[in-house]
């Protein structure tokens, strides 16, 4: 049909309006998706890579950084952090948050002792800087933000791990911690060694390090390892996570169901000790009641780590903790298990180890005699199951209870504390320090080292105060802890002579 001149223009004059609010509408639309967009991917919650028509086409979302990497965000960041250090954000952003304050675990008291040797003298400037002949790093904590100045890389990335862990540290608990001054060593050993230095003495006087663990004839400071944040070359996945799925391996295997046997799996070429240990494997001549594995980490890494899955491996009633080079970080992780620890005669502490005791959290071991040591515990625990049971309970239950997250943060937030009472000088800023955010860490990181970083982020501040800190033992009090330990190991010496000797009188 034929539309005349005059029909044509007043139906093109109709029409145009419904299309122009069409596209108006459409450009509204499209601009907010952009924009929503736009949102969501700064606030890191969807990668948003294709818009087609008015369809939003995503993909499932990857674990990424959750800030974004340039200076003005991590100024803001900063900025933000320093309101809460300057007007006591905990209390600002909850005002009618608990007041209530748990008391420490009983292992946050050695602290003093660690820290006792500068008890009457302080530390100076001079001490401090005598730690950097083996420090790995040196950190500066000046009105709540982190400084450092880096001697030499450690092994593979325990530095940087351990310093994400201090920034969570002042993100937890914002303007807490005062300014201080420590060197950080992130090799296994200790180096202090207490006969080489005089108490009190000036130009002998031992230099505070920081590192993962000590032992009874060393000095050195234990701090918190960098496992609690993950440990990416390996796959394992910061502390709260793996914690989380060990609960659930655990319930997959009742402890009456499990193999009655003592399970160890791990690298036996680090130290000469484990290589003794794999002589009590099970063969055809002997049965030490163990099954022992040997962990291959670079075919664990070609695989995909689908074997060496920690929350897997809580399928024996028994489980033993072996030192490596120095003290082990595996031990948490097969404290945690539920089965009895078998714990060999250890030469090295770390910071929460103390707080535990034999026959009530542990299986003491015979680091000099270990296969029939092992035999006798697996025997003792297949005849005495419900003693068993509650001592693999018990051990487990102080890992998560004493052992977790908070408690780790505030073992270092007590530990930094107490340290920063003895330094006997304003610290500064090294001139070729630099300073450290989560940002700066955080962007630089990839892979998985990155997503371990976004796990274990701080979001906000606490709204629960750091634990009340246990007084200094008395040295009386003291005294009887460490004898404690030494008659019920010696119990248990006993027994375990007292059962050999009742096999070889039997005809």
Known sequence: MQMNNNEERRHNKVSSSPGKGIMKATVFIVASLFISAALLNFLGFHDFNVLAGSKLITKKHQPIFPYQCDAVQNQSHQIQYHYYSQNNSASRLN?????????????????????????????????????????????????GKAYVKRYRKSIQTRDDFTLWGILQLLRRYP??????????????????????????????????????????????????????????????????????????????????DRVAYAYWRGNPYV???????????????????????????????KEGYKNSNLENQCTHRYKIYIE???????EKYIMACDSMTLYVKPRFYDFYIRGMMPLQHY?????????????????????????????????????????????????????????????KFKPEVPLDAEEITPDSMGCAATERWRDFMAESMVTSPSEESPCEMLPPYDPQDLKEVLERKANLTRQVDLWEDQYFQDLTKKP
């Not at 006087?205 to 009874?216: G, L, T």
């Not at 490596?324 to 595996?330: L, P």
Request: charged letters at 30%.
């Open 363 to 423: 299986w003491p071991i015979r680091d000099d005699s270990k296969c029939t040591s092992l035999k006798f515990a697996v025997h003792w625990g297949n005849t005495h199951v419900d003693k068993a049971r509650e001592i693999g309970e018990m051990g487990s239950r102080f890992i998560r209870e004493e052992v977790n997250m908070k408690y780790v943060y505030d073992y270092m937030f007590h530990l930094l504390k107490e340290y920063a009472k003895l330094l």
């Open 324 to 330: 490596g080079w120095a003290w082990s970080v595996s």
């Open 95 to 143: 005002p009618n948050r608990s007041k209530q304050q748990s008391t420490c675990p009983s292992y946050f008291r050695w602290i003093h002792e660690d820290l006792k040797p500068w008890k009457e003298t302080g530390i100076t400037r001079r001490m401090v800087e005598e730690a950097s002949r083996t420090a790995h790093f040196r950190l500066v904590i000046r009105n």
């Open 271 to 301: 130290d000469p000790t484990r290589g003794d240990l794999l002589k009590c494997n099970v063969s055809e001549h002997e049965e030490w009641n163990t099954r022992l594995y040997i962990q291959d980490w670079d075919k664990e890494s």
């Open 175 to 256: 303007g807490r911690l005062p300014d201080l001054d420590l060197m950080f060593d992130a090799d296994d050993r200790p180096v202090v060694r207490s006969d080489d230095f005089i108490i009190g003495q000036p130009d002998k006087e031992p230099p505070p390090v920081f590192r993962y663990c000590s032992d009874d004839a060393s000095l050195d400071i234990v701090f918190p390892d960098w496992s609690f944040w993950g440990w990416a070359e390996v796959n394992v996945k910061p502390w709260e996570k793996s914690l989380e799925a060990i609960k659930e391996g655990n319930n997959m295997t009742q402890w009456e």
